[in-house]
């Protein structure tokens, strides 16, 4: 099981750092990838940290302010999320690909609730 956590709705130019902790299975063991979806709008990769190497990988519109990190002690990858602007709002997923490299076409075997991040201008 995934959840989620750590949404909330902030101002333009906020920050916010979401949470994806697992429970039944090893996060380590996998890549963890951040999907998104705004209302009327398709889902959307975001971010991803890799099982190999903790590579990462971003998508073009959130490069320079989302990062993503592991705290394999706490079994957790976290989304930290900086200049927020209004198009960032919708559901945060997280969910577990057991692929060792991030791809956001990749099946993933593990899926959160989703998180809601509002921002307003």
């Known amino acids: 099981q995934l959840v989620e956590s750590g949404g909330g709705s902030v101002q333009a130019g906020g920050s916010l750092t979401l949470s994806c902790a697992a429970s039944?299975?090893?996060?380590?063991?996998?890549?963890i990838h951040w999907f998104r979806q705004a209302p009327g709008k398709e889902r959307e990769g975001v971010s991803c940290?890799?099982?190999?190497?903790?590579?990462?990988v971003h998508a073009d519109s959130v490069k320079g302010r989302f990062t993503v990190s592991r705290d394999n002690a706490k079994n957790t990858v976290y989304l930290h999320m900086t200049n927020l602007q209004p198009e960032d709002t919708g559901v945060y997923y997280c969910?577990?690909?057991?692929?060792?490299?991030?791809?956001?076409?990749?099946?993933?075997?593990?899926w959160g609730q989703g998180t809601q991040v509002t921002v307003s201008s």
């Open positions: 039944g299975f090893t996060l380590d063991n996998f890549s």
């Open positions: 969910a577990a690909s057991g692929w060792v490299r991030c791809g956001f076409k990749y099946d993933n075997d593990y």
């Open positions: 940290i890799s099982r190999i190497d903790e590579s990462t």
